[in-house]
């Protein structure tokens, strides 16, 4: 069971626009910013968004991240097939002293 | 480049040890925190630990305190991850990041750690 809550999946079709959540508490998402890593399989994680919004350089500006309050979201707008990945959410937790991810959404592209 | 190659995986048998290493190259070590993350078989990301750039702070997830040490050697350009008493529950691939949550992250490709009779 995972600290944050995420969707274990999610599907869009090319072009459309997809959100994925994150909730958490105040431990967590309520008082630290948020980061979104995905994943191909067999594969090492990359760093999507980070500091609730920012994108590192060379990542498009179709994915956008969102928090408010205890949760956060992760949107990929114009959908395309290589957005067809594993995605994560992670914050710090200042109660337990860790850094906690979601449990993971797998997204479909149809 | 920016790389960080880890190193050290095997098969174990339960109550064994187990040293990893991650070696950085391409940029200045000594300026990041460094994490250990996992991953089990077909499961999602679990956070293992971290360092602070002088080594001064770590932290741990609770299920590996007392059993798992990070360390690293900045002259070396290294992280460890010292695993003693290992679990079948442990038996994951092994990242190590820079900077995990920063626009300077940076992923190794990681390493599988099997523990098994």
């Known amino acids: 069971q995972s600290v944050l809550t995420q969707p274990p999946s999610a599907s869009g079709t090319p072009g459309q626009r997809v959100t994925i959540s994150c909730s958490g508490s105040t431990s967590n998402i309520g008082g630290n910013t948020v980061s979104w890593f995905h994943q191909l399989p067999g594969t090492a994680p990359k760093l999507l968004i980070y500091s609730n919004n920012q994108r590192p350089s060379g990542v498009p500006d179709r994915f956008s991240g969102s928090k408010s309050g205890t949760s956060a979201s992760l949107a990929i707008s114009g959908l395309q097939s290589e957005d067809e990945s594993d995605y994560y959410c992670?914050?710090?937790?200042?109660?337990?002293?860790?850094?906690?991810f979601g449990g993971g959404t797998k997204l479909t592209v149809l | 480049e920016e790389l960080l190659v880890e190193s050290g995986g095997d098969l174990v048998q339960p109550g064994g040890s187990l040293r990893l290493s991650c070696a950085a190259s391409?940029?200045?070590?000594?300026?990041?925190?460094m994490d250990w993350v996992r991953q089990a078989p077909g499961k999602g990301l679990e956070w293992v630990a971290n360092i602070k750039e002088d080594g001064s702070q770590k932290n741990y997830v609770d299920s590996v305190k007392g059993r798992f040490t990070i360390s690293r050697d900045n002259v070396k350009k290294s992280l460890y991850l010292q695993m003693n008493d290992l679990r079948a529950e442990d038996t994951a691939v092994y990242f190590c990041a820079r900077n995990l949550m920063r626009a300077s992250c940076l992923w190794g490709q990681g390493i599988l750690v099997t523990v098994s009779s």
């Open positions: 992670a914050t710090w937790d200042g109660s337990l002293n860790v850094v906690v």
């Open positions: 391409g940029f200045t070590f000594s300026i990041y925190w």
